[in-house]
Structure formats: structure tokens, C-alpha cells
């Protein structure tokens, strides 16, 4: 942390990030009606939407966890641009003694992180993937209906876990003053 650190700017900032909203991604979802018997052009609409919105709630998510560690401790431009995944974001919180991955509702998160990465890589659920282990979803499963008809429940998990994480970020700062 650089000498002029200013640990009020920081819990300010902090403050300031963690009330983006995801309420855009979830009007989106509300324009496609969800029902077993659509179409193939409607169930086409579905995957297209569930699959922008997982992406883009955990896109959000993952930036406003970087934004959050940015505030909090102030990284030089090079490890700010390392910041890149959640994986990178871990390992440099773990090093000022915060592990994301024992926050409580980080499980939660996970799901969606999984999810977004699958969608984004591969547009369905691939072999070996942890989503079949760990959340019970099937090899070649489109996430289109699953995605919509609980992005009520990702959203409340990425929000969770991005309010714990300010908490945690405020205490681990505290502990610093």
C-alpha cells in the first residue's frame, strides 16, 4: 500500500460500487414467456437471453468485486491489470488474508461464475464440467430455461456475495487503521 493511502477514501469507494444494480439483465429475461411447449424459435430466444444474462450478471459481478478490491487497496496499475479472473482476484486477496472462497456465499456465486464460463465457451453444459457435479446439471444441456427460470436466484447470489465481500474488504481494512 502506498504511503498517502487513504483508508476513508477507500471505504467510501467501496460503498459506492456495491450499489450497481443487475435490474436491466432481469427486465430483459421478463420480455420471453417461459413455458415447457415454446417454439423452437422461443426456446432459440430463451438460450440466447439466459446466456447474455448469466454472462453479463456475472461479468457485472466480477466487476464490481475488482472495483471493490481496487477501492480497498489501492494496487499499482500493473496488479490492477492482473485482476483479471476470479482466480487472480483470489490469490491477491489471500495474500492480505481474505479468501474469497470461504465467504458463505460464495458457493452460491460459484454456480453462476461456472455457468457463465460454460455458456461463453462452449453454449452448453460440457463434459467433466463441474455444473454436472457439484449443481446436477447434464452433459449438452442448453441452459436457456434452467438459466431463466432461476436468475432470480444467481442475481441474489451475485449480490450477496458482493455485499460479504464489502464487509469483508471494510473489517480486513479496519484491521489496518
Not at 19 to 29: C, R, Y
Not at 65 to 79: D, E, S, Y
Not at 125 to 138: A, F, I, M, N, S
Not at 161 to 173: F, G
Request: a neutral charge.
Amino acid at each position: 500500500m502506498s504511503p498517502d493511502f487513504d483508508k476513508d477514501l477507500a471505504f467510501t469507494n467501496i460503498k459506492a460500487f456495491s450499489t450497481l444494480e443487475t435490474q436491466a439483465v432481469s427486465s430483459i429475461l421478463t420480455l420471453v414467456q417461459i413455458d415447457d411447449q415454446s417454439d423452437s424459435e422461443t426456446l432459440e430466444l430463451q438460450t440466447i437471453l439466459a446466456k447474455a444474462a448469466i454472462t453479463s450478471l456475472y461479468t457485472q459481478a466480477s466487476l464490481r468485486i475488482k472495483l471493490m478490491v481496487i477501492a480497498a487497496f489501492q494496487p499499482t496499475k500493473k496488479v490492477t491489470e492482473s485482476l483479471t479472473n476470479a482466480k487472480a482476484i483470489n490469490s491477491f486477496l489471500l495474500n492480505r488474508g481474505l479468501d474469497l472462497t470461504s465467504l458463505t456465499k460464495y458457493a452460491a456465486f460459484d454456480e453462476v461464475r461456472l455457468l457463465s464460463n460454460s455458456v461463453s465457451h462452449n453454449g452448453y453444459v460440457k463434459t467433466r464440467d463441474p455444473l454436472c457435479e457439484v449443481y446436477g446439471w447434464h452433459v449438452g444441456q442448453l441452459p436457456g430455461h434452467k438459466i431463466i427460470n432461476n436468475f432470480s436466484k444467481y442475481e441474489l447470489a451475485s449480490t450477496e456475495l458482493c455485499e460479504e465481500i464489502k464487509l469483508s474488504l471494510i473489517a480486513t481494512l479496519s484491521k489496518l487503521k
